[in-house]
Nanobody, 128 residues
Framework: QVQLVESGGGLVQAGGSLRLSCAAS????????IVWFRQAPGKERDFVAG???????????YYSDSVKGRFTISRDNAKNTVYLQMNSLKPEDTAVYYC??????????????????WGQGTQVTVSS
């Protein structure tokens, strides 16, 4: 099992940056694919970015079209942490951001129901 804790959310002006962290417990962190979803009030939980488990040297990454080119996901297996660097933030990025995990080396799924472990979420608010 793995436990996830997000941090780094906050209030930022449009055009600004934030870096979210997802810290995980467990000794097999490198075996897990880690993703970020976000959920705005009254909306569904949407995929943001994902990074595959480190079965190879290359960490394959995936992004939604809405954040591609602005957000970067990375992982540090030595620290059991995944990061989401968010640049050029827009008011429409305002949401609660969740990290989630599933064990395996396959492709990243965009469906939240396929992830076994979730953090508690961190609020990101972007003012115009």
């Amino acid at each position: 099992q793995v436990q996830l804790v997000e941090s780094g959310g906050g209030l930022v002006q449009a055009g600004g940056s934030l870096r979210l962290s997802c810290a995980a417990s467990g000794r097999t962190f490198s075996s897990y694919a880690i993703v970020w979803f976000r959920q705005a009030p009254g909306k569904e939980r949407d995929f943001v970015a994902g990074i595959r488990s480190s079965s190879t040297i290359t960490y394959y990454t995936y992004y939604s079209d809405s954040v591609k080119g602005r957000f970067t996901i990375s992982r540090d297996n030595a620290k059991n942490t995944v990061y989401l660097q968010m640049n050029s933030l827009k008011p429409e990025d305002t949401a609660v951001y969740y990290c989630a995990a599933t064990r395996g080396s396959g492709s990243i799924s965009y469906q939240p129901q396929l992830y076994d472990y979730w953090g508690q979420g961190t609020q990101v608010t972007v003012s115009s």
